[in-house]
C-alpha cells in the first residue's frame, strides 16, 4: 500500500493509472484507487519474478496515447474490415 500511495505521485502509467481511478471512484476514491495499483504492482513483480524479465514502463501518457482519437478511428477502421464491411468514411456535418 505504500508503494502504491508512493506511485501516485510520479509520472509513470501507475501514477497515471492511479489517478484515472481516483477519478473515477470519486472524492473518497483514494483507498480504493491505492488497492487497486498495490494489486498491479504485485501483478507486476509476480511477473518479474516469475518471468525473469525486465519491467518497461509505458510512460504517463500511455492512457492518453490510447484514446487518440486517430488511432482509436484506424483501429475501428481496421476491425471492420476484419469482419468483412465495406464503407467510406466522412465527417461528420
Do not use: C, Y
Given at each position: 500500500?505504500?508503494?502504491?500511495?508512493?506511485?501516485?505521485?510520479?509520472?509513470t502509467r501507475?501514477?497515471?493509472?492511479?489517478r484515472r481511478l481516483h477519478?473515477?471512484?470519486?472524492?473518497?476514491g483514494g483507498k480504493k484507487a491505492a488497492v487497486a495499483?498495490?494489486?498491479?504492482i504485485l501483478v507486476i513483480v509476480w511477473?518479474?519474478?516469475?518471468?525473469?524479465?525486465e519491467y518497461t514502463d509505458l510512460g504517463a501518457d500511455y492512457y492518453?496515447?490510447?484514446?487518440?482519437?486517430d488511432i482509436q478511428k484506424a483501429r475501428?477502421?481496421?476491425q471492420l474490415k476484419e469482419l468483412g464491411y465495406?464503407?467510406?468514411?466522412?465527417?461528420?456535418a
Open positions: 500500500m505504500e508503494s502504491a500511495w508512493a506511485v501516485s505521485l510520479t509520472k501507475l501514477g497515471a493509472r492511479f477519478r473515477r471512484f470519486g472524492k473518497a495499483i498495490a494489486h498491479t511477473h518479474v519474478l516469475h518471468d525473469q524479465i492518453t496515447e490510447r484514446d487518440n482519437p475501428l477502421v481496421r465495406d464503407f467510406e468514411i466522412s465527417p461528420a
